[in-house]
């Protein structure tokens, strides 16, 4: 069955850098668009970043345009998010994601399957 399983979460201080992986088992990787996104307590899950099956292309929320790159490693079936310039605001659980295609989606409410989250903390 598909799995996904993220890893590489914690606490880093503001400015600081953390490097999140998401490994993935269970169906072809290579075949699908991959996203993150995040959520906060109490809140709905917020799309963060997205990256096409070959990764020819990626995309990215406003919020952290320029501060997060996403990547991935079909060799190894692995997605990675590289965060840098680290805010307070990004403290959220992070999680990984399958689009149902090779493209990405930007909306949370087509994706099929979610891994169980990595908690990223900010703080000084």
């Known amino acids: 069955q598909v799995q996904l399983v993220e890893s590489g979460g914690g606490l880093a201080q503001p400015g600081g850098s953390l490097r999140l992986s998401c490994a993935a088992s269970g169906f072809t990787f290579s075949s699908y668009a991959m996203s993150w996104a995040r959520q906060a307590p109490g809140k709905g899950l917020e799309w963060v970043s997205g990256i096409y099956s070959d990764g020819s292309d990626t995309y990215y929320a406003d919020s952290v345009k320029g501060r997060f790159t996403i990547s991935r490693d079909n060799a190894k079936n692995t997605l990675y998010l590289q965060m840098n310039s680290l805010r307070p605001g990004d403290t959220r659980m992070y999680y990984c994601?399958?689009?149902?295609?090779?493209?990405?989606?930007?909306?949370?409410?087509?994706?099929?399957?979610w891994g169980q989250g990595s908690q990223v903390a900010i703080a000084s």
């Open positions: 994601g399958r689009s149902h295609s090779s493209w990405v989606s930007l909306v949370v409410g087509e994706y099929e399957y």
